[in-house]
């Protein structure tokens, strides 16, 4: 193909012949077509400008090239040189004019100077039209890659997701019985005060673990739109003692000076009471984190304008102008260089915007400035007080029960076991589903303690097994799977009750409990969702 040609559909030979070597002479590239179907050949090959005379629109088959050059690229609109005799007729030169959209007309004969100033005008034109064609194919290639780069960070965002759903599972794992172990050392510890301490502080870095790995599931599930809100009728009142007890360990650890206020009269807002319970304890961890020991914690509730709002203030390290309005983001957080000692993720007040975002509300921050402290408040539209008003009733911890944990990791299922023997219960353990069906041939347990992810048969695969047999005992799903979907599949399998790993004892002893009617039961989900 040959773009920078001249077309040449002349009246006669030597016509075309003339018009050529006056071209020629300026080292321009002509082709002479011999009749209008050579010419709408020639044209679909390539071609910068078009020489014709009036005459040849009478040509046959001249229809042709008007096909030719009505579906040409949007970018191309082919120059055309229209010869035409002396003193014509406007209206054959109105039949020229419609019969291209990029025509300059000549009288002919026109001089050898006129005609190559025409055609080298033309080809200017066209050279633009040219560049115009690479513009757009550059452009058209940058959106290409563009989508193609769009694609491979949506594939790298499900990556990330699954990745993470995978590293909080296999985390929560080694998590347990390292918990359980804690527990059993503070139990133990009676009278040894070294050991309790010891005990502690291990029991401080596994409550910190488990909030990391919890935190960075639900990044992946709020971006992605998959946390459903448990709303109900809550009193922001509970929501900050729930809060304050959440992040006790850490302040008292620092020896922080906390002090809560409030109106006399319960304040009350619609919303997920465990969510806005982590809203409020990410905001005093924070607090807590940035707040030199001996330093004042503040944290307030009140109302004004139809809104309810939670405060918490510090005498911290503050805030810079700079960092302010990205403090919400995510990944965001203050630069202390090497001092690691108070780090995090920089994702604790990203949560905390999007899960408030979610109830409607909004949230703040104001600060003086470095070493002047910080103050964020959580605003949540205020609902007016139930009519009848009623605290829920207790779970009732279980009494003795014979359990059946059934867990591949021993050191999980084992010390999971100590624990619920050294609280008065009768556990013995097995480490998969065809050790776990045998031994429900010889005994049927009061309750069954089950891991989800088991090889060969999983744990909804085993649950859907003992239901089909009949047997009625009540089965729990202790795994490091929390998500809702996981929560769903559950039920579907015939589970009654969902906790998460690492488990809290208080939710392990609730999920213990009688089991639930059938049919039509209803998992019940203990801990973090």
């Known amino acids: 193909m040959d773009e920078q040609r001249v077309l040449i559909f002349p009246p006669s030979r030597r016509d075309g012949e003339a018009t050529r070597l006056v071209l020629a002479r300026a080292a321009l590239q002509c082709k002479v077509c011999v009749d209008a179907s050579e010419t709408a050949a020639e044209i679909e090959r390539g071609a910068a400008a078009l020489v014709l005379s009036d005459a040849m629109l009478g040509s046959p088959h001249v229809e042709a090239i008007l096909r030719v050059l009505a579906s040409q690229p949007h970018w191309s609109d082919l120059p055309v040189v229209l010869l035409c005799p002396p003193n014509s007729s406007s209206d054959s030169v109105a039949q020229a004019m419609s019969a291209f959209t990029n025509v300059t007309v000549l009288e002919r004969p026109a001089s050898a100077r006129t005609l190559l100033s025409a055609v080298q005008a033309a080809l200017r034109a066209r050279k633009r039209q040219y560049e115009t064609r690479q513009q757009l194919a550059a452009l058209k290639s940058a959106e290409e890659g563009l989508r193609a780069r769009e694609a491979q960070l949506r594939e790298a965002d499900r990556r990330k997701d699954e990745f993470l759903a995978m590293l909080a599972h296999e985390l929560r794992n080694p998590l347990a019985p390292i918990r359980n172990v804690g527990e059993l050392l503070g139990r133990g510890a009676a009278g040894q005060p070294q ?127 700079e960092l302010l309005p990205r403090i919400f983001d995510l990944f965001v957080q203050s630069d202390r260089s090497l001092d690691r000692s108070q780090g995090g993720l920089g994702i604790g007040l990203s949560i905390v915007r999007r899960l408030i975002d979610m109830h409607g509300g909004r949230v703040g921050v104001s600060s003086a400035g470095p070493g002047r402290g910080s103050r964020f408040e959580i605003h949540l539209p205020l609902i007016a007080a139930p009519a009848n008003s009623h605290q829920h009733p207790a779970v009732a911890l279980a009494a003795a029960r014979r359990i059946l944990v059934v867990d591949d990791n021993r050191d999980a299922a084992d010390s999971l076991c100590m624990i619920l023997n050294s609280l008065g219960h009768a556990a013995r353990a097995v480490y998969g589903s065809a050790e776990a069906l045998r031994s429900l041939e010889a005994d049927t347990p009061d309750v069954i303690l089950l891991d989800i992810g088991l090889p060969a048969m999983d744990g909804y695969q085993l649950a859907g097994v003992i239901r089909t047999r009949g047997i009625a005992t009540r089965i729990v799903a202790l795994t490091g799977y929390g998500q809702p979907d996981d929560v769903k599949r559950a039920l579907a399998a015939g589970i009654d009750a969902h906790l998460v790993k690492p488990v809290d004892l208080d939710a392990l002893q609730a999920a213990l409990g009688p089991p639930a009617s059938r049919p039509g039961n209803k998992v019940v989900h203990f801990g973090r969702r």
């Open 195 to 321: 050991l309790q301490q010891m005990a502690g502080m291990l029991r401080r870095q596994i409550a910190h673990l488990t909030r990391i790995v919890d935190d960075l599931l639900d990044v992946s599930r709020i971006t992605q739109g998959r946390i459903a809100l448990q709303r109900e009728t809550v009193d922001l009142g509970s929501i900050v003692a729930d809060a304050c007890e959440s992040a006790q360990p850490l302040m008292s650890a620092r020896r922080h000076a906390v002090r809560v206020s409030g109106p006399a009269q319960p304040v009350y807002v619609d919303g997920d009471k465990a969510r806005l319970v982590q809203c409020v304890s990410n905001l005093l961890t924070n607090a807590a984190k940035y707040t030199d020991e001996g330093g004042r914690i503040e944290v307030a509730i009140a109302t004004a304008d139809g809104a309810a709002c939670i405060s918490v203030a510090d005498t911290g390290v503050g805030i810079t102008p």
